[in-house]
């Protein structure tokens, strides 16, 4: 399959910091990828490069087959979309012209505008200008405006770090939605749920290098078969293994009447990133 994104011996410094070291990885057409990892491991770094704001200090980056460099040019700009801290936004426009500025640029219908917006939870927003929206709103918008072009491409740099549960949930269902009509999608994030929720393959990033990079079922599996455990009716916890044992021990439990649930302890990519790592996501 067509790789979009190849990266090889991708190294950046600043002064001293070396905040990538040799790092490699592509991405194929169609997958969702995530960066995982906590604060100053190198994520916003890497999306910077990939998208030609930021110049490698070395190594090779591609992105659409060609040198990074060449996004900077407006053909190729119109392929990408970019959710960054940064979010550039006219304070004192309302919702609708900033994203119809976007449009404009862009070369796209302004009746996407209201898809858009209906993908970010902001349908009735409109008309409000946007220095009286909330942190979160703001990111919606932002959000609203990297795929308001249906990118084939779109790089999200931490995309619902600011949000309440349900509207990251709804915009999850919407980035599902865009992968499934085509859109690569690059993201960064230290939220180990949102990375097994959407992504393909997950990246481990630890100080600026790339300790795992795989599926998340398969990054699971890498820590064993999980143990199980057993609530009692006396509301003791006893956990088994997953072997015949464990099967005797909890048959006993539900023949006494004692057994109230039983759960698997799958374990997390958080569990496993402090494993490799012996560092915390968040
Ligand atoms: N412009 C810069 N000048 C100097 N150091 C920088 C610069 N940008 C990033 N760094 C350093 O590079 C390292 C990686 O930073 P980066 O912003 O990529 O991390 P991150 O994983 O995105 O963190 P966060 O989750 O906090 O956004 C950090 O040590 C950071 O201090």
Do not use: W
Not at 20 to 34: H, M, N, Q, Y
Not at 79 to 96: E, M, Q
Not at 226 to 244: G, H, N, Q
């Amino acid at each position: 399959m067509e790789n979009i994104i190849e990266v090889h011996n991708l190294v950046k410094s600043f002064g001293n910091k070396l905040a990538l070291k040799d790092v490699d990885f592509s991405v194929r057409k169609g997958e969702t990828i995530g960066f995982l990892g906590p604060s100053g491991s190198g994520k916003t770094t890497t999306i910077k490069i990939l998208t030609a704001q930021l110049a490698p200090t070395a190594g090779d980056v591609r992105v659409f087959g060609k040198p990074v460099h060449s996004l900077k040019d407006p053909a190729e700009m119109k392929r990408i979309g970019i959710l960054t801290d940064n979010s550039g936004l006219y304070d004192r426009l309302t919702v609708a012209d900033n994203l119809g500025l976007y449009a404009d640029l862009y070369g796209t219908e302004r009746k996407r505008i209201v898809d858009a917006l209906e993908m970010v939870n902001l349908t009735g927003e409109e008309k409000k200008p946007v220095q009286k929206l909330s942190k979160g709103m703001k990111q919606r918008v932002t959000l609203a405006r990297a795929i308001l072009h249906k990118p084939d491409l779109l790089f999200l740099d931490e995309p619902t770090s600011a949000l309440d549960p349900a509207n990251t949930r709804d915009i999850h269902e919407g980035l599902k939605e865009l992968n499934r009509a085509g859109t690569t999608i690059f993201l960064t994030t230290h939220d180990m749920e949102e990375a097994e929720s959407l992504c393909d393959r997950v990246a481990f990033l630890d100080d600026g290098e790339i300790r795992l990079f795989d599926t998340p079922q398969n990054l699971r599996m890498l820590q064993g078969r999980p143990t199980i455990s057993v609530l009692l009716k006396d509301r003791r916890t006893v956990t088994v293994e997953p072997d015949a044992d464990g099967a005797a021990a909890i048959a006993r439990f539900m023949e006494s009447g004692e057994l109230l649930t039983i759960h698997s302890n799958e374990p997390t990519l958080g569990d496993l990133f402090v494993q490799m790592t012996g560092r915390k996501l968040a």
